[in-house]
């Protein structure tokens, strides 16, 4: 059973330019959530899908979009990036959100650089 | 003042050693995470937390809801324990609506041999 998967491992961007990252939650696991971890921070709640819906946002831009698709896999899109974007962006699937939600689940990460 | 306080921030001990990082917050929460962190970044869930105490081999954590405070234990700690610690709050929302992560800095481990 594959758990979370995510892609591109790696990329690198230019200020300004745009880019879209994905997630294959695990399977089972209808809820995605989205973190932002700058270097030597802790991870950042960006938002959180379900029944693919964007059901709750940190404190994130509008720059910062996203999407669920009916197989639950989910894409993150960051427009207009600026060097600041630079980061490790973690994916996490669970069961159900809110109280409900059961173990959480987290991929490899995806981490963009922005020259 | 963060919603999620780790310490210590950084803590350096020798193989064999009994560990404990601590985790304070000053939310309601429905659950608490403790989380493992490789460098590379991959996350793996430790332990989800709504009460008292629970047990994975040498790993043990225990929360008391009323002081808001959990603490993660290593027993016999092992060089491949070495990792970013990380404590993360599920928030209590009355409505049982949707709620992302809450976290804490993380608590940097090293154990030599």
């Known amino acids: 059973d594959a758990g979370v998967t995510q892609s591109p491992t790696h990329l690198i961007k230019t200020r300004g330019q745009q880019v879209t990252l994905r997630c294959s939650p695990k399977?089972?696991?209808?809820?995605v959530s989205w973190y932002q971890q700058a270097l030597g921070q802790g991870p950042q709640f960006i938002f959180q899908y379900y029944e693919e819906e964007e059901r709750q946002r940190g404190n994130f831009p509008d720059r910062f979009s996203g999407h669920q698709f009916p197989n639950y896999s989910s894409e993150l899109n960051v427009n207009a990036l600026l060097l600041g974007d630079s980061a490790l962006y973690l994916c996490?699937?669970?069961?159900?959100?809110?109280?409900?939600?059961?173990?959480?689940?987290f991929g490899e990460g995806s981490r963009l650089t922005v020259l | 003042k963060n919603e999620v306080e780790q310490s210590p921030q950084n803590l350096t001990a020798q193989e064999g050693e009994f560990i404990t990082i601590n985790c304070s917050y000053s939310?309601?929460?429905?659950?608490l995470h403790w989380l493992q962190q490789h460098p590379g970044g991959g996350i793996v869930s430790l332990f989800m937390?709504?009460?008292g105490k629970k047990k994975h081999g040498r790993l043990i954590a225990t929360i008391n809801i009323q002081e808001k405070h959990s603490s993660l234990h290593i027993t016999a700690s092992h060089p491949r324990d070495s990792a970013v610690y990380i404590c993360?709050?599920?928030?209590?929302?009355?409505?049982?609506?949707?709620?992302?992560?809450?976290f804490g800095k993380g608590t940097h481990l090293i154990i030599q041999p």
């Open positions: 939310v309601g929460i429905s659950a």
């Open positions: 937390l709504s009460s």
């Open positions: 996490a699937s669970s069961e159900s959100p809110g109280h409900r939600a059961g173990e959480l689940f």
């Open positions: 399977s089972g696991h209808d809820t």
């Open positions: 993360a709050v599920r928030r209590y929302y009355s409505g049982g609506g949707a709620d992302g992560l809450t």
